[in-house]
């Protein structure tokens, strides 16, 4: 006897902190999509940054989750801002097969006067620099790197450019951030981070379909003629622009209840989800070996009261070793 077709809401949705890779066969797309809760909240508490920076990191967060799920090799892949602005640098970094952990680098003073003159958008505070991917197989292997200049308004601007110029396949990159404040069993009411993002793709058969039309040469002509935009990727990137911040937020929506209001007319497939979690690899061996490396006079300079501490500042766990652990022989 055939089994019924179970409907959305009896679905086994992947929730917070996992990424759905997905498929829409009827428009060529193929993309990724997530929402992050307590990971992205746990990331943002620990450093307590202000409300304009932590927002920023979260955008950089979800970016990296996005694109780091989808390595297919054990290795890392790191993405960091270097720029003028009150936020100097963002570094948010991705081992496979699932941590995450991030920074922000902010100066307090010129934070305090850009927020009293409301210059708080992505592009003020960042001001002029450079966003960089790397990807890290580990040991014995290059390093590849991708460079853009923070060219846009937002984070997710600035990755539509990368997209265009380095892997020039058509992508549509969406994040969003939000702030919620919840009621506890208790009675007192938290605050708490959410964030969600989606990268779609546009990946058909025929390799020559992916024209797009500030491609090549940014003239947005290919042999003396406008280059044209492919019907179904069109139609595929209106509909991912159609997407607010509430819908990629939402924990009552849900990734995969999303993809379906979006693309369930032309048929979008899910996978299985991976999950991320908030976990740096720092450890005291490893932070031990750096010290190690130190010559003497480095070593009494960096000692004091015959210890030395140090911070990591992705997790900010602190980590003490007295001189004689480290010290050269």
Sequence with gaps: MAQPTPKLGELDFAGDDHVVPFQVEGLDVRGRAVQLGPMLDAILERHDYPQPVARLLAEAIVLTVLLG?????????????????P????????????????????????????????????HELLGKGILAFTIDQGAHTQRYQGIVALDG???????G??????EQIPTRVRLGVAELYVRGDDGKTRHRWRAGGMVAQFLPEAPDRMRQADLPGGDGEEAGHMVEEDDKWA??????????T????????????????????????VYPSQRVLDQCSCSRD????????????EVE????DGHIEATCEFCSTTYRFEVSEVAPA
Excluded: C, M, W
């Excluded at 941590?99 to 922000?104: E, I, L, M, P, S």
């Excluded at 450019?161 to 380095?166: D, E, G, H, M, T």
């Excluded at 993809?259 to 007319?265: D, I, K």
């Design 153 to 159: 308004h937002t984070l997710e601007e600035v990755a």
């Design 301 to 304: 300079h960096t000692a004091t």
């Design 87 to 122: 936020v100097d640098l963002l570094v948010a970094d991705f081992s496979s097969p699932e941590n995450v952990r991030a920074y922000a680098r902010y100066d307090a003073d010129a934070l305090q006067v850009a927020i009293a003159e409301g210059r708080t958008a992505p």
């Design 246 to 269: 509430d819908e990629l937020t939402d924990p009552n929506v849900g990734t995969e209840r999303l993809l379906y209001r979006l693309f369930h007319e032309s048929g979008v497939r």
């Design 286 to 297: 490893k932070l031990k070996t750096v010290l190690s490396g130190l010559s003497a006079e």
């Design 161 to 166: 450019v990368y997209f265009r110029q380095s």
């Design 69 to 85: 799920t989808s390595l297919k090799f054990e290795g890392k892949l790191i993405l960091q801002t270097k720029s003028d602005g």
């Design 235 to 244: 139609e595929a990137r209106t509909l991912v622009e159609t997407i607010d």
